[in-house]
């Protein structure tokens, strides 16, 4: 069954502490792994798609990477500003299918 | 106007009446959805359209009825909804099988 796992489900962090956030995932031949930032009340803005293992993309204080189990959003010197819900989906049979999503909070 | 409209952005409707929500996107994607989002909850895909034809119905009570007169513009009709229907409701548009592209929402209170 295609699934999509993220870790931590919430994560505070100090402005200037970097982290990571995960997403595990199981599908059937991998067609592309999108990651969106959710503000409350409002629609998911994309952020990045990857499409093969090793890839990696970056904006701003972003980083995406992409193994054959699981993508990384590596979030290097947070500020406030990027504190927001970070949600992963992947191409699963013939739709999209969404983790729960990581809240993360900036403190200044 | 650029990328996925959605109105109205805020809803109160009771049990009985009968509302539409409006989406419009100007990527000329063919492909256009319907989610809902609850608290706590992952998204959850309603329909689906390629090309202005239904390719998906993600067993969702007859009360939400979808329309897409065009590729650019998807409805969703409401009646008699029940207070476990309040939920933020997000339109999205794609070309294919690539990125999504979302809508702000529009947030549904069912009393």
């Known amino acids: 069954e295609d699934q999509v796992t993220q870790s931590p489900e919430a994560l505070r962090l100090q402005e200037g502490e970097s982290s990571s956030l995960n997403c595990s995932y199981t599908v059937s031949g991998l067609r592309g792994l999108f990651w969106y930032r959710q503000d409350p009340g409002k629609g998911p803005e994309f952020l990045f798609t990857?499409?093969?293992a090793g890839e990696e993309k970056e904006k701003e204080r972003l980083k995406a990477t992409l193994t054959k189990k699981e993508s990384f959003l590596h979030i290097t010197a947070p500020k406030p500003e990027d504190s927001a819900t970070y949600l992963c989906a992947v191409w699963g049979t013939g739709k999209l299918i969404f983790g729960q999503g990581t809240t993360l909070q900036v403190k200044p | 106007e650029t990328g996925v409209t959605q109105t109205p952005r805020h809803l109160v409707m009771g049990m009985t009446n009968k509302k539409s929500l409006k989406c419009e996107q100007h990527l000329g994607h063919n492909a256009m959805y319907w989610y809902k989002q609850s608290a706590k909850k992952p998204l959850e895909l309603m329909f689906v359209?390629?090309?202005?034809?239904?390719?998906e119905n993600n067993s969702v009570p007859s009360r939400f009825s979808p329309e897409c007169p065009n590729s650019s513009h998807l409805f969703l009709h409401l009646h008699t909804l029940q207070p476990e229907d309040s939920a933020l409701y997000l339109c999205?548009?794609?070309?294919?099988?690539?990125?999504?592209?979302f809508g702000p929402g529009t947030r549904l209170t069912v009393l």
């Open positions: 359209y390629n090309f202005k034809e239904q390719t």
């Open positions: 990857l499409y093969s």
């Open positions: 999205a548009s794609s070309q294919a099988t690539d990125t999504q592209y």
